[in-house]
């Protein structure tokens, strides 16, 4: 009986041990962050909520970063992830491209988040802080965050958008058994969840607003740190450990990517895939690095670029990035982790340079493809995941009509077998 050799896996000694910071290889300088009121950022404004450590990295002009030891040591539980030929997607699919996928579903929290999670639960820790806060939409942050603040040992309370928190209550449950304190955002602890409750009681939030809350209570708190799961520089800088993979994988396969593709919800597993890419297509070399984003919430395609807000209550900095308007509410589509108003700076720096295509994919094709990802290779994508699955498919039947077949490598930033109830729910 033939054996396919299907996954191409790293030993674990090929496991990346820097990250790839973009910054200084931009095709244009990134603007500066401003502080709320639109003038220059004060110094320490970010040393109220960020570690000293993560705050050197989102500034910061050396490409390479060292990946501390104690998180490679975490990384290595699940890393190097493998990627996968999906033989049984391309004949499902009846095309001769071939389809690779990088499996970020396997971390321990089942997203690619875990990445920085555990940088950043670690820096935290080093630099002597005990508590740390977030907002989650979808879960999958909050998640991922739980279990890095209990392998680094701190404690967190995390803000859920009240409706994702209603929708989801396994997630809750597994960020509770971890150690985690969950709260439904809009809350009473802070401004911001009260100024929003008076407005509207049955206020459903936004992961907009979930930042304020998390953001006013880790600037009052000296023992408190804040944590964001994507936009930052520093965020995509750690995810940047995908690409590198990606490509030492690509090579040990020897092939060489028509198409990478990732999903888009603040720009951190699509920078991450991307970014170790960047400086040869930036060269000339012909790979398409495409964002899949949901038509529900089309940041890249549809929103400005400009200076906008982090978050509704307008306490962040404001970021250059593209934006649908930072009191911009996204309908509640299934794929909570791609609803978000803003967009890391950094890809939009790359989607306004034309360095990166985005690509704006209706939840119809997100879920359809999904079911034929669920049927064929039998791994449940997430929601968000299904996107990026769909873009790639969508370009694979369009190569096939054209009698080119191609390679296409896209991430699967998680698995869906916490959504299964947005499956039964899913447009047909
Ligand atoms: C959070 C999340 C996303 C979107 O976030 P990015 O920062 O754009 O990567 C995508 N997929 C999954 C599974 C997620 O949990």
Redesign the pocket.
């Known amino acids: 009986m033939p054996v396919i050799e299907n996954a191409i896996i790293l030993p674990k000694d090929q496991l990346p041990r820097q990250w790839h910071n973009i910054l200084p290889q931009l095709p244009e300088p990134l603007g500066p962050y401003k502080a709320p009121d639109g003038q220059d950022l004060p110094a320490g404004a970010l040393a109220a909520i960020f570690p000293p450590q993560l705050i050197e990295q989102e500034l910061s002009d050396q490409i390479w970063h060292p990946i501390p030891e104690p998180v490679l040591e975490a990384y290595a539980m699940w890393r190097p992830t493998p990627l996968v030929r999906a033989y049984r997607l391309e004949a499902a699919l009846k095309v001769r491209s071939r389809i690779y996928y990088k499996n970020e579903s396997l971390s321990p929290s089942g997203?690619?988040?875990s990445n920085t999670a555990l940088a950043q639960a670690y820096y935290n820790a080093q630099a002597g802080i005990h508590r740390l806060t977030t907002e989650t939409g979808?879960g999958?942050?909050g998640t991922a965050l739980s279990i890095a603040a209990r392998h680094f040992q701190l404690d967190i309370r995390v803000f859920m958008v009240k409706v994702s928190l209603d929708q989801k209550p396994y997630r809750q449950a597994i960020m509770r058994l971890m150690g985690a304190e969950v709260l439904a955002s809009p809350s009473e602890l802070t401004q911001a969840g009260r100024t929003a409750r008076a407005q509207d009681p049955n206020c459903p939030g936004s992961l907009g607003l979930a930042i304020s809350e998390a953001v006013e209570e880790a600037a009052s708190r000296a023992d408190t740190n804040y944590s964001l799961?994507?936009v930052l520089n520093h965020v995509v800088l750690h995810q940047t450990i995908i690409g590198q993979e990606i490509k030492k994988q690509l090579q040990l396969a020897g092939e060489k990517p028509d198409y990478l593709i990732a999903?888009?919800?603040?720009?951190?597993?699509?920078g991450g895939t991307v970014i170790p890419f960047c400086p040869e297509v930036m060269a000339g070399e012909k790979i398409q690095l495409l964002a899949a984003e949901p038509e529900a919430c089309p940041t890249l395609t549809k929103g400005k670029f400009g200076y906008d807000y982090g978050d509704m209550a307008k306490l962040t900095p404001l970021l250059p990035m593209h934006s649908l308007g930072s009191d911009f509410l996204p309908p509640s589509i299934h794929a909570g982790?791609?609803r978000y108003h803003g967009a890391s700076p950094i890809v939009s720096n790359l989607v306004k340079n034309q360095v990166v295509t985005p690509v704006a994919i209706s939840a119809k094709d997100a879920f359809a493809y999904a079911k034929i990802m669920a049927n064929s290779e039998y791994i449940v994508p997430?929601p968000?995941?299904g996107h990026a699955l769909a873009l790639t498919c969508l370009k694979a039947l369009e190569l096939e009509k054209q009698g080119r077949p191609g390679v296409l490598v896209f991430t699967l930033?998680?698995h869906g077998l916490l959504d299964l109830s947005a499956y039964e729910k899913a447009p047909e």
């Open positions: 997203s690619h988040k979808a999958q942050w799961g994507s999903c888009h919800g603040g720009g951190s597993n699509f982790g791609l997430a968000e995941s930033s998680g």
